[in-house]
Antibody
Framework: DVQLVDSGGGLVQPGGSLRLSCAAS????????MSWVRQAPGKGLECVAT????????FYVDSVKGRFTISRDNAKNSLFLQMNSLRAEDTAVYYC????????WGQGTMVTVSS | DIQMTQSPSSLSAYVGDRVTITCRAS??????LAWFQQKPGKAPKSLIY???NLQSGVPSKFSGSGSGTDFTLTISSLQPEDFATYYC?????????FGGGTKVEIK
């Protein structure tokens, strides 16, 4: 089965850090660009970061530039999101998603930034 | 960034109705447009890619059309399981961006 499994969310204080992981299975991970998409409570979807197949190019939405870093390990079929200097407005469910058209999604992991 | 504008933001419809949702891009995106369905507490589900191509396993009552800046999603005969929120997304230009969503409710 083609599958993405997100993990690493939790409660963190403002200014803190968190690292999200996404484990891929059932397909050739290195063939696909990958993204992290978030959804704040009661709000819409926002793509925060995308990484190309070989990890050589990365793209970020302005609100996370300089704070979040997307990376991948193709040998371990894994995607990561390092989140630093977290703010209350980063509170959301974070999903990893495959491809440009986001044809496959993880189940999501909740990140709560609060003191 | 490319802005994606969906309309309406919500609609009420009867079972069996034909429903159309529109999505407009702030600049041309060719056919790099996808549609998603999301139910409460669940991850979004891909319905359509390339503006008009149905994902595997998605029923044919869903259809998409458009190119350039104007796109539509049509549900030919609304069923109880179709009541959800629908999003469009462009993947022509980084960062990829979504429309604000259309909530489809039962009348």
């Amino acid at each position: 089965d083609v599958q993405l499994v997100d993990s690493g969310g939790g409660l963190v204080q403002p200014g803190g850090s968190l690292r999200l992981s996404c484990a891929a299975s059932g397909f050739t991970f290195s063939n696909f660009r990958m993204s992290w998409v978030r959804q704040a409570p009661g709000k819409g979807l926002e793509c925060v970061a995308t990484i190309k197949q070989d990890g050589g190019e990365k793209f970020y939405v302005d609100s996370v530039k300089g704070r979040f870093t997307i990376s991948r390990d193709n040998a371990k079929n894994s995607l990561f999101l390092q989140m630093n200097s977290l703010r209350a407005e980063d509170t959301a469910v974070y999903y990893c998603a495959r491809g440009g058209a986001f044809e496959i999604w993880g189940q999501g992991t909740m990140v709560t930034v609060s003191s | 960034d490319i802005q994606m504008t969906q309309s309406p933001s919500s609609l009420s419809a009867y079972v069996g109705d034909r429903v159309t949702i529109t999505c407009r891009a702030s600049q041309g995106i060719s056919n790099y447009l996808a549609w998603f369905q999301q139910k409460p507490g669940k991850a979004p589900k891909s319905l359509i890619y390339g503006a008009s191509n149905l994902q595997s396993g998605v029923p044919s009552k869903f259809s998409g059309s458009g190119s350039g800046t104007d796109f539509t999603l049509t549900i030919s005969s609304l069923q109880p399981e179709d009541f959800a929120t629908y999003y469009c997304q462009q993947y022509n230009t980084y960062p990829f961006t979504f429309g604000g969503g259309t909530k489809v409710e039962i009348k």
